[in-house]
């Protein structure tokens, strides 16, 4: 039987801790989920005065790409591209989740929500490479 790494909350901690740095250094508040693998929230952060609505777009963006195991953004290309049947798909098609990969394993995603979608995005880009 193979093994696989797997998320920590220590490790969940870390990687929030790197978003929130980035949303403060750019000045923006938002909301930051972390799920496992299989999309089920681990930690789940929303920064004082961000819009209640965000606690589940970055839920469903974290969930979206933990199980797609890729960038939400490459499903809202596809479908900006014509692909309109991905939009009967589970996940959220919105920019701003992101795979957490781990020596060539999908062992979560992170989503955020708050901001633009490419700064969201940003964001989530911050809080993985923390954990590099």
Known sequence: MRTKPCLTL?????ITAACEAEAKKNNWK?????????GHTLLLTRMDGTA???????TLKSRSAAIARRST????????????????MPPLPVQGGVPILVEGDCVGGVGVSGVQSHEDEQVCNAGIAALQ
Request: hydrophobic share 45%; proline share 3%; charged share 35%.
């Open 52 to 58: 209640p609505v965000t606690a589940e777009i970055a």
């Open 10 to 14: 220590e490790d969940c901690r870390k």
């Open 30 to 38: 938002v909301t930051i989920c972390i799920t496992d693998d299989g």
């Open 73 to 88: 953004k490459v499903a809202e290309d596809r479908i900006a591209a014509g692909r309109v049947a991905l939009l009967r």
